[in-house]
């Protein structure tokens, strides 16, 4: 079974650069959310959403832009990279009663912006 | 705010040893809490958790118990394998039912776990 996954799993970047982290779930989860996990810091929030076509701010949503045009799929975009935004990112999903706590996590997605 | 912390690792344990890894959170109301465990070169899962007062979660042979005197929630094991060695992380969630699971994570406890 798939559960999450994420794409790339590795990833490069100039500063200035731009890319897109793809999460795909076949789950058919209606929560998604994508967090970065930093030493020392344990993951943020950055954005989730609870349906297709909604997004909302976590914690740390600044300087990244979110997508959810299907249900499956919830996209993490930097418009212009910068050396602060090196990091692991994971995609997760939750089912539709939420509250509950268990998310299902992606292997994550590293990022270093040069 | 909600916030989580926990005991800083790395926690190098002999197979067989006793383990214990401490989480104390802050927080309004009666939030629900959580033990993720992460494997090398894995995401999260989710290991135990409990929703209420004094409830107890339990998986794998590891055991937290919510106490609300001491907003604690630290993750036990009486007996570790070299197989448990991975980053544990304590959570917790003030989210209600129906809504978005937003978790507060503590910052994630190394334990190595040797023969």
């Known amino acids: 079974n798939a559960g999450v996954t994420q794409t790339p799993k590795f990833r490069v970047l100039k500063t200035g650069q731009s890319m897109t982290l793809l999460c795909a779930q076949d789950m058919n989860h209606e929560y998604m959310y994508w967090y970065r996990q930093d030493p020392g810091m344990g993951l943020r929030l950055i954005h989730y959403s609870v349906g297709e076509g909604t997004t909302a701010k976590g914690e740390v949503p600044d300087g990244y832009n979110v997508s959810r045009l299907k249900k499956q799929n919830f996209l993490l975009g930097l418009e212009s990279a910068a050396p602060s935004q090196t990091s692991v990112y994971f995609c997760?999903?939750?089912?539709?009663?939420?509250?509950?706590?268990?998310?299902?996590f992606g292997e994550g997605s590293r990022l270093t912006v040069l | 705010g909600n916030s989580v912390t926990q005991m800083e690792g790395p926690v190098t344990l002999s197979e067989e040893a006793f383990l214990t890894i401490n989480c104390t959170y802050t927080?309004?109301?009666?939030?629900?809490l959580f033990w993720y465990v992460q494997y090398p070169g894995e995401g999260l899962q989710l290991l135990l958790k409990?929703?209420?007062?004094?409830d107890k979660g339990s998986n794998k042979g590891f055991e937290a118990t919510y106490r609300k005197e001491t907003t604690s929630f630290h993750l036990e094991k009486g007996s570790v394998q070299v197989s448990d060695s991975a980053v544990y992380f304590c959570a917790l969630s003030r989210s209600a039912t129906g809504t978005a699971s937003k978790l507060t994570f503590g910052t994630g406890t190394r334990l190595q776990v040797t023969l």
């Open positions: 927080a309004t109301g009666y939030p629900s």
């Open positions: 409990a929703t209420k007062a004094d």
């Open positions: 997760a999903s939750s089912y539709s009663s939420g509250g509950s706590g268990e998310l299902f």
